[in-house]
Structures are given as structure tokens and as C-alpha cells.
């Protein structure tokens, strides 16, 4: 492209003329046109010639006219524009040479140029070489053009098949005809090896160098020695009966290729597409800059992934995973680059997929990760370089989520990773999850965002279900809880992590499992002054049948007709130890707040440990027939004994508390505060 310049010297006048002009009141004001009329091009002779000034622009956003017009071209030659009006005409080089196209754009009373020239070199039919024929016999195409490797050595004019091996050696300038092809069949090989020096690469491109001029290269060969090693493939990707989907390269199943130290750009469509069977021997250095309409630069199956080796580059798109099981047992690592799952994936038999920290995994609409039967993923991110696992789109439940389950010895982590847009659908039962832990499934999560979905944040109540390790995550936006975990899964969950902005601000926990630990279990409660655990699921009831220490703060909500009962079990002694403080009262409450809602405390055991303190019981002794109700009951057989203090009994359906006649010593309370307690605030029967 080359601007017109207009020199000042004795043009002062003619340039404020064409640059700008006066309004009434004397102010300049500039041209709001620029004419950009392309880049320079080169092709070859009888070659239609395709302009493009859609870059020119006018600063106001109005519309404004083209007129292209030939300026200079070779003598002898009779090019003409077609459709000159245009932001896009064209014209047939019929002779060799330079031809000067100029763009003039206009509104108004506004005008601008620019030009542009294509470089028209003759078809040496007597050197370069024509091929129009398949290649039937093993062939070599040898660099004839050594002193300009700009120069084309051969030109394919339509899709051939090579049935033979076909060696393309250092310097060679392949060019392809509008539409044509080369097909590598299953008892050929392709062997394009060049060097690293720009002249001495391996050039496979378009005689006109416009992207999708050409279709590209159908591999349906299993050779091991077929290969594209310092190579560069442009202006492939036309549309083509060969295979579905506009690709540079397509692998076809079964076949086998090494590609190394390569360059795809300027392409139409996908720039390498591995079919599920296909095979990639080696993945190295290569360069590639996908077309923006697409999106992914390549596509292939999930097996294969692993072969991109660290080193790639990949610029305007994604590697695209085409395919569902990762099953070979082994400890897999995919690179730090961007990924789109097209189908679920599952990790599973014992394999481990491995994420660096930036590797991104976008997910597809309602497609789901999953590591099942000894299957584990381990996203091992960093502070401030995380592993990110999202939506296509960033809507919150976009995707499904992850699923863990039947971990065996071979746990699930999660260390510094974002995962968000899940819970489209229930990985398993009716809630859906960002991540859910079925059956046995295992795993720790620290440092970890879970962000915007359109379920609960984690589930965790499954049988087996395990969080191993729960430190300093970040859990927001979630439509549901932030976390539904079993009794066994609540002591792990640490005090700072960050709940924010969940559709229900408590973490729900499942009664069905009794608190049985040979330590005591410590609920440490939570960094935020809303947030509650939500005593909720296949049971309603707490169990505890071993040691339960409630840190100051913690708020424990209880669903209607739901009971709290501390016994002795499987030789195991229990009790809760509750011990808030003048500024942070522990809370037992009904969750809609109902007088006499839910049937309260019983304590069936003597252990000394049962222990309140700044205590708050409310909302119990819901009413039994034919018996009586108190917030809070000593048992008589077992025996039952609290020690309570500076607490607060309040809104029962019956009695305050209850304790029997003989064993009134059982009861050690001092300064409590009754709150509307109906009947006695102790009651001894």
C-alpha cells in the first residue's frame, strides 16, 4: 500500500484543500476519509487478482464510494477492473509486471487515495513444473528456483492422489490451483522436510494468496516417516467433497503424521483436524493462527492431546477436544494452553489427567468432566496462574460441572483453579453442582474459585463421598448452596473461605451419617456473620455418637420435626462442647424461625464434656401426645448431663428444659435466660 503524497512546496493551498476545510466560522476541519487500498501483492500470470479495500474508513461512521482505476500496468497488457464501484473488484494480470492500482474514496465534498501493486511474474511452464496427474511412483521434488525461493518450483492444478511416496525436499515452492488438493492415501507417504532458514522451508501455498484458495491436505496414510517438519502451509481450506469440515490438514482415521517446527497461517477453516483413530507421532514448535470465524485452531481427539508439546504456539483460537475417554491408565499432562471440550470427558481406569497452571478447559453446552473408577484429575495451578475450567459462554450453568466418584487410591485436587458457568443439569440425582463428589469419589480443593453457577457450589454427601483438604476457597454466585456436605465432610471445611453472594447463604448438611470420629470433630464455623450450617437431606436429624466442639459464632439451623440427640454408640462416648462468648453466641435454631418447630435437644449420655456456654437453643420442644417437650431434654435411661451458662432458651412449644426428678443434679445451669417458653422453664417430671 502506498499513500499519495502531496508536497507542500508551492502546494500549501491545493493540500488545505484536499485535507481539510473552513466552516462559517473559519474553523479547519479535517478529512474524516482514509482510503486504504491493501497490501502489495505478487502472483502469477492469467491469475484473477482479487482487491480489497474494505479497511478504508471514515472517522464520522458514514458510508462513502469506491473508484478503483488501473493507474500503470505492463505494456501489452489489457487488465481491466471488474466491478471498480466496489470495495472488493478485481482484475486478470495477463501480463507479466508491475501494475499500479489507486482506490479513490469520496462523500461529499471529501476525497482520499491510496494505492496499491501487484507484482505479475511469467509461468516458466519450461522450468517450473506442472503436476496435474496422481503420483504413482515414488517421487522427489527437488528446489529448481535455489537463487529465489519466492519463486514457484510446482504448481498442482486440481486434487491429485499420491499412492506413492512423495518427498518434498528443502527450498521447495509448491503452489496449488484454485480448489485443488492432495490426498496422501493409505499406501502413500508424505515426507515435507525442510530447514529452518526462510529459504530453505518447505512452502505449500495458493497460487493466489488468498486464504481457502486451495483445500489442503487429506493424510490417510499409517506410515511412521510421514511428517511436515519446517514447513508452511497458507491459503488452504476451501470448501471440498474430500471431508466434512474446511481444514488445512486432515488426518484421517487410522493415519499417522509428526508435525515440527511448522507454520499454518492465512487458512480457512480448521488448521489441522485429527480424526478419532488418527495418530500424532510428535507435536513440537510448530506455529499456528487459526481464522477468527472458527474459533479452534485444531481439533483432536482426547488421547492425543497429550502430544502437544510445550513450545506450540496458538494464536486466535482453541484446541478443540473432539472425543470422551481418557482410559489408559496412565499420568497424563496437557500443556498450558486454551482447550474447548466438544463431547463430555471422562477421565477414568485408573488414569490421571494433569493441568498446569493457565492450561483453561471452556466446556460445551451441558458437556460434563468427570474422573470415575480410579480416574482423577489434578489441577495444579498457582497463585495468581490458575487452571480454569468454564463455560463456553460466560452464562452461569452453561456446562454441567465435574464429577468425581470410585476415586480408589487416587484422589482428585484441586489447587488454585477457577471453575465456574456449571450446574446446566445434575451431574447425578436432582441438585445440580459445580463439582460433585459421588460414591467414594476424593478430593481436595484449596485455593480455589467456584464461581457463578446455577446449582449448589459442591456436593458432598454421597456414601464415601471425601473432601480431603478445604482451605481458603472463594465460593460465589451459586444459585443454591455454596456446599451440601455429609457430617463427615463439615470439620475439613476451613474458617476463611469466602461465601458470597449464594442463592442460599448456609452450608446444608446431611444428617444421614452420625458424628463418629476417634477425635473430636471441630466445626470452626465461618468468616462471615449470614452463614449458617443448614441441618438438611436424607436426614434432618444431627447424630452425635463422639466428640462435636462448636467454635464461637457457629449457627446451626434445624429443619421442622427434625432432633439433635448426643449419645454413647459403638463404644465411642459423645457429647458437644459449646462454647461461644459474650460477643458470639452459638445458635441451635428452626430455620423458618417457628416456635416449637422442631423437637430439640435430647442428651443421653453423662459425658462431662456436654457443655454450653453463651448458648442460644430456640425454636424447639416441639409437642409431643400423650408426653411432653422441651428445647432442650436430660434424658433419665441413659442417663443423661449438661453443664449450660450464660445462655438463652427461648420460643419452645413446651417446656425450657426438662430434666428427670432424681437426677436434677445432672443439670448444671446458671444465669439462663427464658424466652418465651410457654410452660415450665424447667421441667422436672
Request: proline share 3%; net charge negative; with cysteine.
Amino acid at each position: 500500500m502506498k499513500k499519495s503524497i502531496i508536497k507542500l512546496a508551492g502546494l500549501l493551498l491545493s493540500a488545505l484543500t484536499i485535507f481539510s476545510c473552513q466552516n462559517d466560522d473559519g474553523e479547519v476541519i479535517m478529512n474524516p476519509l482514509t482510503a486504504n487500498a491493501g497490501q502489495d501483492k505478487q502472483t502469477t500470470v492469467d491469475v484473477s487478482v482479487a482487491l480489497d479495500g474494505i479497511a478504508s474508513k471514515d472517522s464520522e461512521g458514514d458510508t462513502f464510494d469506491y473508484l478503483w482505476s488501473v493507474k500503470t500496468k505492463p505494456s501489452g497488457s489489457t487488465a481491466t477492473l471488474t466491478d471498480d464501484d466496489t470495495a472488493t473488484p478485481d482484475f486478470e494480470a495477463n501480463t507479466a509486471g508491475d501494475y499500479i492500482v489507486e482506490l479513490e474514496i469520496s462523500k461529499d465534498n471529501w476525497t482520499d487515495k491510496d494505492e496499491v501493486k501487484i507484482t505479475v511474474s511469467e509461468v516458466a511452464t519450461q522450468q517450473m513444473v506442472i503436476i496435474s496427474e496422481d503420483i504413482t511412483e515414488d517421487r522427489i521434488l527437488n528446489d529448481i528456483f535455489p537463487e529465489d525461493y519466492t519463486k514457484i518450483d510446482y504448481l498442482i492444478t486440481k486434487p491429485i492422489k499420491s499412492t506413492a511416496k512423495l518427498t518434498i525436499n528443502p527450498g521447495v515452492r509448491v503452489a496449488f490451483a484454485e480448489n485443488a488438493a492432495l490426498t496422501i492415501t493409505s499406501s502413500g507417504t508424505l515426507i515435507s522436510e525442510g530447514e529452518v532458514e526462510d529459504e530453505k522451508k518447505v512452502y505449500l501455498v495458493g497460487q493466489n494468496a488468498t486464504p481457502g484458495y486451495w483445500a489442503g491436505i487429506l493424510l490417510q496414510s499409517d506410515d511412521e516417516q510421514n511428517i511436515l517438519k519446517y514447513t508452511v502451509i497458507n491459503h488452504a481450506g476451501a470448501e471440498n467433497d474430500l471431508y466434512a469440515t474446511k481444514a488445512a490438514v486432515w488426518m484421517d482415521d487410522f493415519s499417522k503424521l509428526s508435525v515440527e517446527s511448522s507454520v499454518f497461517d492465512e487458512n480457512e477453516g480448521l488448521q489441522i483436524y485429527v480424526a478419532p483413530s488418527a495418530v500424532i507421532n510428535s507435536f513440537t514448535t510448530n506455529y499456528f493462527k487459526g481464522s477468527l470465524n472458527v474459533g479452534h485452531v485444531i481439533a483432536l481427539p482426547a488421547h492425543e492431546v497429550k502430544k502437544i508439546q510445550p513450545g506450540n504456539q496458538f494464536w486466535d483460537g482453541d484446541v478443540a477436544v473432539t472425543t470422551t475417554f481418557l482410559d489408559s491408565g496412565e499420568i497424563i499432562t496437557w500443556g498450558q494452553y486454551l482447550y474447548t471440550l466438544l463431547e463430555d470427558l471422562k477421565i477414568i481406569d485408573g488414569t490421571t489427567l494433569e493441568l498446569p497452571q493457565y492450561a483453561s478447559i471452556t466446556v460445551s453446552q451441558d458437556k460434563q468432566i468427570a474422573a470415575m473408577n480410579g480416574g482423577a484429575i489434578k489441577a495444579l495451578g498457582t497463585d495468581g496462574k490458575w487452571v480454569e475450567f468454564k463455560g463456553v459462554e460466560n452464562v452461569a450453568g452453561y456446562w454441567k460441572g465435574i464429577f468425581i466418584q470410585h476415586s480408589d487410591n487416587n484422589p482428585s485436587k484441586f489447587e488454585h483453579a477457577v471453575i465456574q458457568n456449571a450446574g446446566s443439569s445434575p451431574l447425578a440425582g436432582s441438585q445440580p453442582a459445580s463439582i460433585h463428589l459421588g460414591p467414594y469419589g476424593v478430593a481436595s480443593i484449596d485455593h480455589t474459585n467456584i464461581n457463578e453457577g446455577a446449582g449448589d457450589g459442591i456436593e458432598a454427601t454421597s456414601e464415601g463421598a471425601q473432601i480431603t483438604s478445604f482451605v481458603e476457597n472463594q465460593i460465589r454466585g451459586q444459585a443454591g448452596y455454596p456446599m451440601a456436605v455429609s457430617t463427615k465432610n463439615v470439620a475439613v471445611i476451613d474458617y476463611y473461605t469466602h461465601f458470597t453472594n449464594n442463592g442460599i447463604p448456609k452450608v446444608r448438611v446431611d444428617g444421614n451419617y452420625p458424628i463418629a470420629s476417634d477425635l473430636e470433630t471441630v466445626w470452626a464455623g465461618f468468616n462471615h456473620s449470614n452463614m449458617s450450617y443448614h441441618i438438611k437431606g436424607l436426614s434432618k436429624d444431627l447424630v452425635v455418637w463422639s466428640g462435636l466442639k462448636l467454635a464461637e459464632g457457629v449457627i446451626i439451623e434445624m429443619e421442622n420435626d427434625a432432633r439433635i440427640v448426643v449419645e454413647d454408640a459403638n463404644g465411642r462416648e459423645g457429647y458437644i462442647n459449646a462454647l461461644g462468648s459474650a460477643n458470639k453466641h452459638i445458635v441451635f435454631k428452626n430455620t423458618n424461625e417457628m416456635a416449637g418447630s422442631w423437637y430439640g435437644f435430647t442428651f443421653s449420655n453423662s459425658n462431662a464434656s456436654n457443655h454450653f456456654d453463651y448458648v442460644e437453643v430456640l425454636h424447639g420442644g416441639k409437642k409431643v401426645a400423650n408426653s411432653f417437650s422441651a428445647n432442650i431434654i436430660i434424658d433419665n435411661s441413659p442417663e443423661g448431663k449438661l453443664t449450660i451458662s450464660n445462655s438463652i432458651i427461648g420460643f419452645s412449644g413446651q417446656h425450657g428444659i426438662s430434666v428427670y426428678n432424681n437426677q436434677r443434679s445432672n443439670l448444671i445451669d446458671t444465669n439462663i435466660s427464658y424466652l418465651n417458653i410457654p410452660e415450665s422453664t424447667v421441667y422436672v417430671w
